[in-house]
């Protein structure tokens, strides 16, 4: 079974403070997401990565950067916290491109992260 | 503007009873539809994925439809049980980049003994 592994379930930090979200996943996918989940929101992409040290922007990428310096490591940082980055933030992996378009996302627990 | 709605927000059934869940979107150019199951407290989990061409499909109790004149979808779950209670997100794939997909707010659905 694919597992993607997030780091914390649970995270409470201070407004300014660098915040990093971990995830993992060991079935050797390509792409790897993060999302972010509110209530009444549904699911909106923050940051795509199709490759090692490749990204692509989402729909809210405004004070949040990614990392990906290894095939199954995405790292989420959130440069200076604030009060409206408490959110649960979900992982997600898939097999890439040369696969075909209609593989499935796996998805982590995710991570419910507050600042205070 | 691409938009996926979702209907019932929620709903409430009986242990054993069927019910249908809407979804009606206007994406394109269109890839592909997926439902996902979400427990509480847990990520989505892949239920079906249909493309263009294909009508239904079927994961056990879940049964998946897709029309594309319409641009709607829905998804049966037969002789429901305690353990369906679950959100449920209807997805769709914009075009060929896995990064685009436009998200429901999905149906919270509740079983009850």
């Known amino acids: 079974d694919v597992k993607v592994t997030q780091s914390s379930r649970y995270l409470v930090k201070r407004t300014g403070e660098k915040v990093f979200l971990e995830c993992v996943q060991d079935?050797?996918?390509?792409?790897m997401f993060w999302y972010r989940q509110d209530p009444g929101l549904g699911l909106r992409l923050i940051y795509f990565?199709?490759?090692?040290?490749?990204?692509e922007k989402g729909d809210i990428p405004e004070g949040y950067s990614v990392s990906r310096e290894k095939k199954e490591r995405f790292s989420l940082i959130l440069e200076s916290a604030s009060t409206n980055q408490t959110s649960m933030y979900l992982c997600?992996?898939?097999?890439?491109?040369?696969?075909?378009?209609?593989?499935?996302?796996?998805f982590g627990d995710g991570t419910r992260l507050s600042i205070l | 503007k691409n938009q996926v709605e979702q209907s019932p927000q929620s709903l409430i059934i009986l242990e054993g009873k069927n019910c249908t869940l809407q979804?009606?979107?206007?994406?394109?150019?269109?890839?592909?539809l997926r439902w996902y199951k979400q427990d509480t407290g847990r990520g989505p989990v892949s239920l079906t994925i249909?493309?263009?061409?294909?009508n239904t499909k079927s994961n056990g109790r879940y049964t998946a439809t897709l029309d594309a004149d319409t641009k709607q979808s829905s998804l049966h779950i037969t002789a429901s049980q305690l353990s369906d209670s679950a959100s449920y997100i209807c997805?769709?794939?914009?075009?060929?980049?896995?990064?685009?997909?436009?998200f429901g707010d999905g149906t919270t659905l509740t079983v009850k003994p």
């Open positions: 997805v769709v794939m914009v075009g060929p980049n896995a990064g685009k997909s436009t």
């Open positions: 249909m493309t263009f061409s294909e």
């Open positions: 079935m050797d996918h390509e792409n």
């Open positions: 990565s199709y490759d090692v040290k490749m990204k």
């Open positions: 997600a992996s898939s097999f890439g491109w040369s696969s075909g378009i209609n593989q499935p996302q796996h």
């Open positions: 979804c009606n979107y206007t994406v394109s150019p269109f890839s592909n």
